[in-house]
């Protein structure tokens, strides 16, 4: 190849990767400045402390707030012990590539690939159908009080889809504890349970807590997996116990954008509600990148 | 007394020791005794499988998956492979430190806590004396003292390496493993660490694996020289530096290959 045409594909194949670099960039730009432009003026402390009012053409978003960090406070604690302990086995107890690990690898990928809205299917059939009915029998409830959508089902189907997210990450940390600390402390007779307790989870703490950040920002957005198990159209109440219904940022959303009566009156809500739902999974996110780069830091001076 | 007169008994040895990874030989047959209270070296070119028979004698390659064993290894006569014997308490009589100084990221006070704390020492006056008294003994106390609560990562490389020999040291192990242990460091560190190892012999036993020529002879009281998974040959360390039987072990000592 000729110097002038090396120089001319080498340009080219530089700027053909800066310009996608660009639009996404841009695009997420574009978003933001959309969202904004049409929320910021509507977002003031009513509007996240109120109730919706006027047949949601007024008022706040309160009980979508609240439902939304119940739900995902529901979920964390159900997601975390189920998907830290799935990757304790896999990484340090499971023989590497044996049948069991590998079953367990593949279900685990399968698992994130599936749609959400089936999740929400799932969630129904296994959950509310299934495990709430045989609950009210046993229980002796002579109407729906377990078989019916509520915020303990619609958050054990969120647990159930970002499983896969907490496993891997939590088995990502467990692999980033170097094999030195693990051979050092064998070699000073500690067993292996002492071991993992010891030097490998407080080694591995802040890519799990990542993943659980990471996990809830997640869960915090998916709207598909709780329209069947639990989110309402309108509670002027909040949830009080675990088979109560709930109002849900993201399913708010989807409401105030399709079922409004007058849709010019609800658009600034809308922007408003979107931009709460967004500054929210930002500020987890944030707060994922924040625990990894400080214990970064901490791993390298070593406190 | 000097130290290469009369014969100790052999504290730690292996008999026919036969030691696979998969299918591959990685030691081949080898009876090597281990004399109470001697430095014994074991050199060799890089893969002769020095380093593998050190870690079979606290069975650190248990860890290795496909790792299979004949033979055995006896430690005051009893084999280190007995069903009734715990590979916990055997690493505890048998301590080791490794090549690459790895101290754990926590403070210098918790490293050498560590394996006192696993062994369920939860007294805060006992720790802290067995603390001192380790640091004192792997000869970083005084430079130390004064930060204990400051994290280990902070220390210079010979500093870590005494701190995981003091770590090794707390928990009072008989014999004591050494993989290479100044292999990373720089002359003034290696030397602190060879004095060590000659203060250290009057309490402990001491195995050393080295590529050093020069620190083999000048830390050890019987060399050991394994080549291709076998023990050619094994004496005093002067007769094995200066009139060795073998003519690889010659070879080897003298620099012809290696």
Known sequence: ?303 | MPPTSATPRNKMESRELTLRYGSKVAIHQVSLGIPEHRVTALIGPSGCGKSTFLRSLNRMNDLISGASHEGSVYLDGRSIHDRALDVVDLRRRVGMVFQKSNPFPKSIFENVAYGLRVGGLKDKAKLQARVEKSLRGAALWDEVKDRLDESALGLSGGQQQRLCIARALAVEPEVLLMDEPASALDPIATAKIEELIHELKSTYTIAIVTHNMQQAARVSDQTAFFYMGELVECGPTEQIFTNPREKRTEDYVTGKFG
């Open chain 1, 1 to 303: 190849m000729k110097h002038a045409t090396r120089r001319v594909v080498g340009l080219s194949l530089v700027s053909l990767t800066g310009l996608a670099a660009f639009v996404i960039v841009a695009m997420l730009a574009l978003i933001l400045l959309d969202v904004v432009k049409g929320g910021a003026s509507h977002l003031s402390w009513e509007f996240l402390t109120q109730a919706p009012t006027d047949g949601m053409m007024g008022g706040g978003i309160f009980p979508a707030l609240f439902g939304t960090a119940a739900l995902t406070l529901l979920m964390t604690v159900a997601v975390m012990p189920v998907g830290v302990l799935t990757a304790v086995y896999l990484h340090e107890y499971a023989p590497p590539n044996g049948r069991m690990a590998r079953l367990v690898r593949v279900a685990v990928a399968n698992l994130a690939g599936v749609p959400s809205i089936v999740f929400g299917l799932f969630g129904l059939g296994f959950f509310i159908l299934f495990v709430g009915k045989g609950m009210d029998r046993a229980l002796g409830y002579e109407e729906l009080h377990w078989a019916q959508p509520g915020i303990l089902w619609a958050s054990l189907t969120l647990a159930v889809l970002t499983l896969p997210v907490v496993i891997v990450s939590t088995e990502e940390a467990l692999r980033a504890v170097p094999l030195d600390h693990r051979t050092a402390s064998l070699a000073l007779g500690a067993t292996q349970s002492q071991t993992l307790a010891r030097v490998v989870l407080p080694g591995a703490l802040p890519g799990i807590l990542t993943g659980a950040v990471l996990a809830i920002s997640r869960g915090a957005g998916e709207v598909a997996p709780i329209l069947f198990t639990g989110a309402a159209y309108f509670l002027p109440d909040l949830p009080t116990s675990l088979n109560s219904q709930f109002m849900h940022l993201g399913y708010h959303t989807y409401v105030l954008a399709t079922q409004s009566p007058d849709v010019e009156a609800t658009r600034p809500l809308l922007y408003a509600t979107v931009m709460v739902l967004l500054l929210l999974t930002f500020t987890l996110n944030l707060v994922a990148v924040l625990i990894r780069t400080r214990t970064r830091r901490k791993a390298a001076s070593g406190h």
